[in-house]
C-alpha cells in the first residue's frame, strides 16, 4: 500500500507488541488506523493445515512489527476469470494490463508459505504532530470481517475494492463505530486440491486436529483459522470479539456458508452476510472426482513414481508457478470437497433440516444482485457461443429415479424453460441483441445457482429453533436485491454478480450521487454488525418473505416473494427444491453429467 496525502506511518503498543501502521485522519475526533499484513496462521509446507502461530499467544511479536505494507496473496492464475477479457469486475473503475476496463481482483505480490494474513482498519487518535497513535482503553466494537470471492480462484482482500477505510470513516460519522478486517486466504490448486496419496501423508501428523488433516478443503480451513485468531486477538484492536460479522461475496460467502454448516467448521459468529451467492453457488465436489482430478494434473504435469510419498513428494517441490499454471486445465475441481475428513456429511442438508445450522449464528442478511448470471452469460454470448437447452439440463438437473418422488424433473425443467417470454426479470437490454436462448438460459442459471436456493436456505434459517430460555435471541433474517448501478458500472449492462460490492465498501471513486445511495446500503449493513435491526428493512420471515428492494433510481421498497422478483414463482421454487432432494439422493455418486 502507497502512503496518500493523508495517510501517516504511526507506532502503536499493543498486547502483542509494538507495531508501526498507517492511521488516516477524518472530520472526527479520530482516524483510521490500518494495520496490515497480519499473519494469522503458519504454513509449513504446501498443502499442510494451517498453524496456530508458534510465537507466545500473548507477544508474538519483538521489535516493532511492520505492518504499514499488505501481505502477499496466494499464488494465483494470470488470466481472465471467466474466459473473456472485457468482462469487468466491479464495474469500470480501472484498466487491467490490456488495457480493459476492470479492476485489478489479484494481489501485488504472492507467495506461498506467507499469504495467511489480514488487515485490521479500525478508530484510533493520534498525538498532535505525532507519530504515536492510541486506542480507547477497553473499547469494544463491532467486527465486520470480509471473504473475498473469486471463484476460490483468483483474489486477495488487500485489493483496492476491499479497502475498509471508508466504512469505518462511515461508522465514525454516524455513530456507530466498526472495525473492519480483510483476510487472504488459500486458492486454487494450493487450496483444494484432493486425493488418497495427499490425504495418506497427512493422516499421522500428531500435531494437526484430526478433521483438517486433508488437503482438500484448506481453502475453508483457513477462513475457520483467520476467524479463530480474530476471536483471539481482535479485542487489542478494540474489537468485540463476541460481536463478529462474516461477509463475503460469491466464493467468499460460499465459503462463510459452510462454516455455518460443516461442524467440523463451525467458528462462534452470530452474525452473517452473503452476498450474491450460498454454496450452492460453486456445487461440493465427490472425492472421487477430486480423485480424477488429481491424477489428470500429475499426468499433465509428468509426475509419477512407485509410492504415494514419491509422487507427493514430486508435487511438493516443483515450482509454485508452474504448479498454479499448468494445473489450472483442472480449474473447475478447485472448489470444497465432500472428504469425509472434513466434510463428512453432505451441508446442503441444511435446506431441509434446520437443526443443522451453525447454533452460533443468530442473524443473517443474504442479498442478491437484480442479475446474477448475466457476468457469466456475457462472456458465453462474448463467446458467441450456442446454447442448447437439453444440455444444460442434464447439467443442472439429476436424472430421474424412483427413489424421491419428484417426477420426471428433466422433463419439468424442459417445460418451465421454454418460452422466453415468461423471464422478463432476466430479460437484458435490446441493444445488446440477446438472443432469445440466452434469456431462457439465464433464468435457468439464476434459479439454479443463486435465486431458489437463497429462497431454500431462508425458508430453512426462519424455520430454525426459535428463542428459549437458554438462546434467548430470537433468529432474524434479511434479504436484499440490489438494483442500483453505479456511473461506473457498463451502461448496456443489466445490474449482475460484484454490482454491489463498490458501493459497501463505500468506495472512493463513487460519484456524489452514487455515494449518497450507497450510504442507505452501508449504514443498514453497520446496524446489522451492531446487533440491531436495520433501520427501514423488513425482515423475512415464514409468514411474510419480503425483500428489501433497492431499485435502479436509488430508492428502496420491499416486495414479497410472489411478486415476481427473479422471475421465481412458487412453482419455479417447489421444482429447484426437489431437484435438491434428487441431488441429495444421489450422495457420493452424483451423475456424470453436473456441472461443476
Not at 265 to 274: K, N, S
Not at 438 to 457: D, I, K
Amino acid at each position: 500500500m502507497t502512503a496518500t496525502s493523508t495517510d501517516a506511518v504511526v507506532r502503536l503498543v499493543t498486547p502483542l507488541g509494538a507495531i508501526s501502521a498507517r492511521w488516516e485522519e477524518t472530520d472526527t475526533s479520530e482516524g483510521v488506523l490500518k494495520v496490515l499484513g497480519v499473519q494469522y496462521a503458519d504454513i509449513p509446507y504446501r498443502w499442510a493445515a494451517p498453524r496456530k502461530l508458534s510465537s507466545n499467544a500473548n507477544a508474538p511479536w519483538t521489535g516493532t512489527h511492520d505492518c504499514t505494507q499488505y501481505g502477499p496473496g496466494c499464488p494465483q492464475i494470470g488470466r481472465a476469470l471467466f474466459g473473456v477479457q472485457k468482462v469487468p469486475m466491479f464495474g469500470q473503475l480501472g484498466t487491467d494490463a490490456g488495457g480493459n476496463a476492470t479492476m485489478d481482483i489479484r494481489p501485488d505480490r504472492e507467495d506461498e508459505f506467507a499469504c495467511l494474513n489480514l488487515n485490521i482498519y479500525t478508530p484510533a487518535g493520534r498525538e498532535a504532530g505525532g507519530e504515536t497513535a492510541f486506542l480507547k482503553s477497553g473499547r469494544r466494537l463491532p467486527v465486520l470481517v470480509w471473504i473475498h470471492g473469486g471463484s476460490y480462484q483468483v483474489g486477495a482482500g488487500s485489493v483496492d475494492a476491499y479497502d475498509g477505510t471508508e466504512l469505518v470513516r462511515r461508522g465514525l460519522a454516524t455513530d456507530t463505530p466498526v472495525v473492519v478486517v480483510t483476510i487472504n486466504y488459500r486458492l486454487g490448486v494450493l487450496g483444494f486440491l484432493h486425493s488418497k496419496e495427499l490425504a495418506d501423508g497427512e493422516a499421522e501428523k500428531g500435531d494437526v486436529p484430526p478433521q483438517f488433516r486433508s488437503t482438500g478443503n484448506l481453502a475453508l480451513v483457513d477462513c475457520k483459522y483467520a476467524l479463530d485468531w480474530l476471536k483471539e486477538n481482535i479485542h487489542h484492536f478494540c474489537g468485540d470479539p463476541d460481536n463478529i460479522t462474516a461477509v463475503g461475496e460469491s466464493a467468499g460467502a460460499g465459503a462463510i456458508h459452510h462454516l455455518m454448516t460443516v461442524p467440523q467448521l463451525f467458528v462462534d459468529v452470530p452474525r452473517i452476510i452473503l452476498s450474491s451467492s450460498t454454496f450452492m453457488s460453486i456445487q461440493l465436489l465427490r472425492a472421487d472426482e477430486a480423485q480424477r482430478a488429481f491424477d489428470a494434473i500429475c499426468q499433465k504435469l509428468g509426475v509419477t513414481g512407485t509410492s504415494s510419498t514419491d509422487i507427493v513428494h514430486q508435487l511438493r517441490d516443483l515450482p509454485v508457478d508452474r504448479l498454479v499454471e499448468e494445473s489450472w486445465f483442472m480449474s473447475t475441481t478447485f472448489r470444497p470437497i465432500w472428504d469425509d475428513i472434513t466434510i463428512t456429511e453432505d451441508p446442503r442438508e441444511v435446506a431441509f433440516d434446520p437443526t443443522r445450522w451453525n447454533p452460533s449464528l443468530k442473524s443473517i442478511i443474504l442479498g442478491t444482485c437484480h442479475n446474477e448470471p448475466w457476468i457469466r452469460e456475457a462472456a458465453i454470448i462474448a463467446g458467441n457461443k450456442k446454447h442448447d437447452l437439453s444440455t444444460i439440463i442434464k447439467t443442472r438437473v439429476p436424472p430421474d429415479t424412483d427413489t424421491t418422488g419428484t417426477g420426471k424433473l428433466r422433463e419439468r425443467a424442459a417445460q418451465l424453460y421454454v418460452d422466453p417470454a415468461t423471464f422478463p426479470w432476466h430479460a437484458t437490454l435490446p441493444k445488446l441483441a440477446v438472443p432469445d436462448r440466452n434469456h431462457v438460459s439465464m433464468a435457468l442459471e439464476g434459479h439454479c445457482r443463486y435465486n431458489a436456493p437463497a429462497t431454500l436456505f431462508s425458508r430453512s434459517f426462519t424455520q430454525a429453533s426459535p428463542a428459549s430460555p437458554t438462546s434467548p435471541t430470537e433468529k432474524t433474517l434479511y434479504r436484499y436485491v440490489f438494483g442500483y448501478a453505479t456511473e461506473h458500472w457498463p451502461k448496456e449492462w443489466p445490474v449482475t454478480h460484484t454490482a454491489d460490492i463498490l458501493p459497501m465498501f463505500l468506495h472512493r471513486g463513487l460519484n456524489a450521487a452514487d455515494r449518497q445511495v450507497s450510504e442507505t446500503f452501508a449504514d443498514r449493513l453497520l446496524q446489522f454488525a451492531a446487533g440491531a435491526a436495520p433501520h427501514q428493512w423488513t425482515p423475512y420471515t415464514a409468514g411474510a418473505p419480503l425483500l428489501n428492494m433497492l431499485d435502479h433510481n436509488g430508492g428502496w421498497s420491499v416486495s414479497t416473494e410472489a411478486e415476481g422478483a427473479f422471475d421465481l414463482t412458487e412453482e419455479c421454487i417447489q421444482f429447484w427444491a426437489d431437484v435438491l432432494k434428487a441431488i441429495l439422493a444421489t450422495g457420493r455418486t452424483g451423475w456424470p453429467e453436473m456441472a461443476r
